[in-house]
Nanobody, 122 residues
Framework: QVQLVESGGGLVQAGGSLRLSCAAS????????MGWFRQAPGKEREFVGS????????YYTDSVKGRFTISRDNAKNTVYLQMNNLKPEDTSVYYC???????????????WGQGTQVTVSS
């Protein structure tokens, strides 16, 4: 079992920044690909980005490329989502998730956090 706890959400004005953290416990963190996902009210959960075991590979959905950055610190068992130039349409609950191998997707993630709310005001 892997336990994931997100933090860092909040209310921010458009154009502002937030950094989300996801602390993992329970298994060897560096064995897991990590992903960030989000779900806005009335919408389906969507992929935001992912990061490989050692952090050398990252992938992002088109809508956040150039604004969001995923990183990880395996010594601290934590993955981060740095969000810059936030837009009202980024308002969602943000979730981190983990899986043992690549090919990160909503359907394949093995463990999920409880989510943290991000609200961007215009």
């Amino acid at each position: 079992q892997v336990q994931l706890v997100e933090s860092g959400g909040g209310l921010v004005q458009a154009g502002g920044s937030l950094r989300l953290s996801c602390a993992a416990s329970g298994r060897t963190f560096s064995n897991y690909y990590m992903g960030w996902f989000r779900q806005a009210p009335g919408k389906e959960r969507e992929f935001v980005g992912s990061i490989s075991w050692g952090g050398g590979r990252t992938y992002y959905t088109d809508s956040v490329k150039g604004r969001f950055t995923i990183s990880r610190d395996n010594a601290k068992n934590t993955v981060y989502l740095q969000m810059n130039n936030l837009k009202p349409e980024d308002t969602s609950v943000y979730y981190c998730a983990a899986k043992l191998g690549p090919n990160v997707s909503i359907a394949t993630m093995e463990y999920w956090g409880q989510g943290t709310q991000v609200t961007v005001s215009s």
